[in-house]
């Protein structure tokens, strides 16, 4: 047997290996995960595994959800971008269902077109594109007013926030993020890193330029899971693949369970301000001041009455 012909036959294996029944090849050729004679190479490999691998974690949660939706499941992609992820997930689990729909939101209109191109090529007619920035998804008639799943795959900075804000918007029942670069928390403790050298030993933490960047994206993280939770969900953080395969491999799983943490609260302002980020709190995650409201007010009306 030539070598090519072993080649051949150990790329099919391999693929094979990956693949789960009854996957479409023509979509993973259309996102150019393979080749146009099916060939699989290493970055594709790692694309189609990361991708494979979170279908694993979303699956469980469509399964659980769709017993009680006879109307079908709700799901928004959110910064879609060419959705790798919204046509894995139709193809491995909506398609073969006879409700359910895919609502894959982008702000680039090009990619938005072209997405829609595809789903109607390969009959996926239960999948829609709009071309949305993150206020306008939570504004517009064209979405559901409740959505039952959000997701976000490797959404840049503040793209992971609008998707929690966004799924915050529309009740969502499960959020599934994986956050890509975070330039925005460390920017500000650049900003006032002399300040903060002077002031408390934790800013050592963030004094040299890398450390300045991984802990800024590590900071914002954390803030994320803790403002989920200040908001009633239960979080679970893990690893999405091998760090082989990317940087970018923090997953974060939130699943409404209505129980707001004020204690989550009132780490994440402790937190603000031990790294001089108060200003960066507010403003990234608006909702925290209605949360001390609302536990004010609570507490108020469960103090027992004065005696006269």
Known sequence: MSRSNVRSRNQDAALQELLRPGQSLELLKELHILTRDGGLNQDSRRKLKQVLHLFGFIEPLLKELEAGRPQGITLADHGAGKSYLGFILYDLFFRERAAGTIYGIETRQELVDRSAALAQQLGFAR????????????????????????TALHACDTATD????????????????????????????????????SRTPLAELWRHPLHTREIGSHLTNVMRCLYLESQGYRVTVTELVGWEHSLKNELILARWCGQKKHSAAVRMQALAEAFGLQDWLLRRFPLLERTAHQKMVTDAEDEPPQDG
């Open 127 to 150: 999948m829609r594109f709009l071309a949305l920035s993150s206020e306008e998804s939570a504004k517009t008639a064209s979405l559901p007013q409740q959505m039952d799943v959000v």
């Open 162 to 197: 609008a998707a929690i804000a966004f799924g915050l918007h529309k009740q969502a029942q499960h959020m599934v993020l994986v956050p890509c670069c975070q330039a925005e928390a460390a920017t500000c403790l650049r900003q006032n890193k002399a300040l903060n050298l």
